[in-house]
């Protein structure tokens, strides 16, 4: 994004009527302190209790980690405009957002899909579950999940640092995001939106495949179950990872699978606050409720904190 008069940026935020700013900020404030709690309450119950140190477990403990860190990259910084009025931002504050929200999101899908593979093996191949989804598996398929969103983000990024911006630095959106720099952008965008949208493509493919598959076997030998309560158990073990790949998979569709980035910011806008903010929320309360395991570590952290307030 070189330039030589643009230093900042302006943010224009979700709208400016001055009530709805502060039903905005009071919503935005409450669900981004339940993301973190939420999600932090997920890596403690992971970090603490021994019958949650699994490999399913230690891929919901990176998860909840990157939807944190996801929805600190986007929310903070937009209460903080809302809270003071300044919509003024960087142009380096600006293209470190873009860089952790895509590195962020990015490795989530990557995540979501190896999750998925471990389901398969869960259910598909449960007598070796233990020797293929071993410590060093695990933390070498984390560890490639986030070479894997740095590497697909590298390309666009290092196009992006080199557009010029020279009629406006107003930007559409209530954080830096690559669609409404582009609109703004006085370059010539249409070689750099192609190349977002191909690893926009390449990574729902890739990610979307693995998912797809993993089910596919998943499915497949549930139904060879006998028992009724064998496959319904089954289910239940992927039952929640279905519900948070739907919400991913759904609502990214909408924002960066589309022909280019000049068009109208007003959907991208309501399906970026429900990625940054309402997602990372609702994602703990998804696992905790779904999953019998999470909610007894729950339910004994809580019993914990009784007896220790009693005594």
Not at 210 to 227: A, D, F, G, H, K
Not at 287 to 308: G, H, M, P, S
Request: aromatic content about 14%; charged content about 15%.
């Amino acid at each position: 994004m070189r330039n030589h008069t643009v230093t900042t940026f302006i943010l224009l935020g979700l709208t400016d009527d001055p009530r709805m700013k502060v039903l905005a900020f009071i919503f935005l404030f409450f669900t981004y302190m339940l993301s973190v709690a939420g999600n932090l309450t997920i890596i403690f119950l992971t970090l603490t209790d021994g019958h949650l140190r699994t490999a399913m477990y230690l891929f919901l403990q990176n998860f909840s980690f990157l939807e944190i860190s996801f929805t600190t990259a986007c929310i903070p910084r937009f209460l903080y405009n809302i809270s003071t009025g300044n919509k003024a931002i960087t142009y380096t504050a600006c293209a470190i957002q873009v860089f952790f929200t895509y590195l962020f999101g990015i490795t989530e899908f990557f995540l979501l899909a190896t999750m998925s593979f471990d389901r398969y093996v869960a259910i598909c191949k449960p007598l070796h579950y233990v020797t293929i989804m071993n410590n060093r598996v695990c933390h070498r398929l984390i560890i490639s999940c986030w070479m894997a969103g740095l590497l697909i983000i590298i390309p666009p990024l290092s196009l992006g640092l080199n557009l010029e911006f020279c009629d406006s630095n107003v930007i559409d959106h209530f954080f830096c995001d690559a669609a409404p720099l582009l609109k703004i952008s006085c370059s010539d965008t249409w070689f750099i939106e192609r190349i977002i949208l191909v690893c926009a493509v390449l990574t729902f493919i890739m990610t979307l495949v693995c998912v797809i598959l993993s089910y596919m076997y998943i499915i497949m030998t549930i139904l060879r179950l006998s028992s009724s309560q064998q496959r319904k158990k089954a289910f239940s073990t992927c039952s929640s990872h279905i519900v948070v790949v739907s919400i991913s998979y759904g609502s990214c569709i909408f924002i960066y699978i589309k022909p280019s980035a000049k068009k109208d910011m007003a959907l991208n806008k309501g399906v970026s606050l429900l990625i940054s903010s309402i997602s990372p929320m609702l994602n703990p309360f998804i696992y905790t409720l779904r999953n019998k395991q999470v909610k007894e570590a729950l339910q004994k952290f809580i019993k914990k904190i009784e007896f220790f307030l009693k005594k």
